[in-house]
């Protein structure tokens, strides 16, 4: 073990719910995760996010950001990062059905979805 903190999380009580925020590390002891979780119909479930959810890069940028309702369903804009910490993505959702979606070039103009390619299996 390196002894760093790979993860903080502080619980609270709040209109009889139990939430936890959580901070989870890369080895690095950059901040990989952080957002409120919660426990859904009375069992613990660390699934649940609620409000705003952030992920980061190695380097420490962030990687997304995405919002969730009290029930842990996606529900207003996702967005997502590159690595240098331009937007590339916009996504939209109501109680987890996309909505809309934006994509964006480097220089943040809008461009139609990335095609994945086709990859053959040997």
Do not use: C
Request: hydrophobic share 30%; charged share 35%; proline share 1%.
């Amino acid at each position: 073990m390196s002894g760093k903190v790979r993860t903080e999380v502080v619980f609270e009580v709040r209109n009889g719910r139990t939430l936890s925020k959580i901070r989870d590390y890369h080895e690095n002891g950059k901040l990989a995760r952080e957002g409120i979780y919660g426990n859904g119909h009375g069992q613990w479930n660390w699934d649940i996010a609620i409000g705003v959810v952030k992920r980061f890069h190695f380097n420490g940028n962030v990687k997304s950001e995405e919002q969730f309702d009290d029930g842990g369903s996606l529900d207003g804009e996702s967005r997502f990062y590159d690595e240098s910490g331009r937007l590339t993505s916009r996504i939209f959702y109501t109680k987890d059905k996309k909505t809309n979606e934006e994509y964006f070039d480097k220089a943040g103009h809008t461009i139609e979805k990335p095609k994945l390619e086709k990859v053959k299996m040997a």
